[in-house]
């Protein structure tokens, strides 16, 4: 059989809509499926639909949704991340009644799209602070957290309809190396997994998740030659575990795979029982250079949702993640009293994602102040009490990141009156500091919600 039926090939919104024969042509070979990046939602929509019409058995149509179907669909709703939801649950129990029906409006607007699978939930444990890569994607600092939120989340997809997906087996939180630039490697016991990282993917498992991504990491203690992620021995490891679902691996488009073609990855993993090799650069190269023999598609032994419901109420998925945000805000130390306050801006990524926050505040201008190198703290006014804002967040591939950024930080967090944490808050682990609030994401929603919360203490 065709190595097709074993790839999740990579689907541009965008390109669907310009280029749909590329798309076609891929699904008349007899590709297993498609991750989706990108595109509108009602364009997007009409596409998945009739590639699902011409294939021979159901399309996997998979997407990184870990935040909602915003995340990646223009016209999705843009949930909080998981470690808003779970500083919110820890704060208050009861909001869990929020973030189930945040889940379930999910799966609600992933069908709609035409999307039957979501790459989550993440059961990574961020256990590291120096962790480049899962940071706010973790529903917590421990285990019990992300497996209680994280079986919660499969559950409402499952039950919806959709395929869900624990990832990154067997965790990826204790590391310091990102898989999408190097191969990380985690030197930890079996007793120290079994005791920690694997809680999470047991209960996984237990909550009826049907798939399971390996992480692209070393793992000696279950393999001291191969990454997880094209391992025979960690898939028995995993099987053993009980889990009899799909097994899939990471993207291998990634850095951690660069010691191997991706012909000769695929070859080890297919032949160690991975089920679907997810995201290769190009899938007619790959497929010419597999020589492996494989036995039945993936899609027949599985039943895949391609029956969607009606238009979802994405104005109430707008209000969960209002509220969701009101509950997740965390503040150390307190709020000062403040009139007329410079708003300084360190943005890592030297973005502009500041402008919702400071247009929700009625600043005027000459009341806030970007910060892009040393030489720019001598513009700040030595008489002027300042709020520092801080965007910074974890992202795949990430291209552009602020010189001198924890320099500047360091420097800025001394002095300021308050410090506002949109997205990682480890970056502030090693400073001293009294007054920060913490968001624990940056969307347009999270910086509204926090200007919101502001206002009683601020004047201009």
């Known amino acids: 059989m065709k190595a097709y039926s074993r790839i999740i090939a990579r689907l541009d919104g965008e390109r669907l809509s310009r280029e749909p024969e590329v798309y076609i042509d891929l699904v008349r070979k007899g590709i297993a499926g498609f991750i989706v990046f990108g595109g509108d939602l009602e364009r997007l929509r009409e596409g998945l639909f009739y590639l699902q019409d011409i294939a021979d058995l159901p399309l996997i149509i998979g997407s990184d949704l870990e935040q909602g179907l915003g995340q990646q669909v223009r016209g999705g709703t843009t949930m909080p991340s998981a470690m808003a939801m779970g500083s919110a649950w820890l704060k208050d129990p009861s909001v ?23 790459f989550a939930p993440v059961m990574d444990i961020q256990s590291n602070p120096n962790n480049p890569i899962i940071s706010i994607r973790a529903f917590g600092t421990e285990p019990e957290i992300v497996s209680y939120l994280g079986s919660l989340m499969i559950r409402c997809y499952e039950e919806g309809g959709l395929m869900s997906c624990a990832k990154h087996f067997p965790g990826h939180g204790d590391t310091v190396i990102d898989s999408h630039h190097g191969l990380p490697v ?24 049907s798939m399971v991504m390996m992480g692209h990491l070393l793992v000696p203690t279950i393999d001291p030659m191969y990454p997880v992620s094209i391992s025979k021995k960690a898939i028995r490891f995993l099987r053993d575990m009980g889990f009899d679902g799909i097994i899939v691996t990471d993207a291998f488009n990634m850095g951690a795979l660069s010691g191997y073609s991706e012909t000769e990855a695929a070859e080890i993993a297919l032949s160690g029982g991975v089920d679907l090799i997810l995201h290769p650069s190009d899938p007619d190269s790959l497929v010419k250079g597999i020589k492996i023999n494989l036995n039945e598609s993936i899609n027949s032994k599985k039943k895949i949702k391609t029956e969607y419901g009606s238009v979802p109420d994405f104005e109430r998925g707008r209000l969960i993640t209002r509220e969701i945000y009101q509950k997740a805000i965390d503040v150390s130390g307190e709020i000062p009293i403040m009139r007329s306050p410079l708003l300084v801006i360190l943005d890592e990524e030297l973005s502009q994602r500041s402008g919702v926050f400071i247009n929700n505040t009625g600043l005027e201008k000459g009341n806030f102040i970007y910060i892009k190198n040393e030489g720019d703290l001598r513009d700040l006014p030595s008489n002027r009490q300042f709020l520092l804002i801080v965007y910074s967040r974890p992202g795949a591939f990430k291209k552009k990141r602020l010189k001198d950024f924890d320099y500047l930080l360091r420097h800025l967090s001394e002095k300021a009156r308050l410090i506002i944490v949109f997205g990682n808050p480890f970056i502030l682990k090693d400073r001293r500091t009294k007054n920060v609030l913490y968001i624990y994401d940056d969307t347009e929603t999270a910086q509204t919600v926090v200007a919101d919360f502001l206002r009683p203490f601020i004047s201009y």
Request: with cysteine.
């Open 96 to 118: 869990v009644t929020l973030i189930e029906e945040a889940f379930r409006q999910t799966a609600r607007e992933a069908l709609y799209a035409g999307i039957n699978t979501i």
């Open 186 to 209: 985690i030197g930890k016991s079996l007793k120290e997994l079994l005791g920690f990282e694997l809680i999470p993917f047991r209960c996984a498992i237990e909550s009826g998740v």
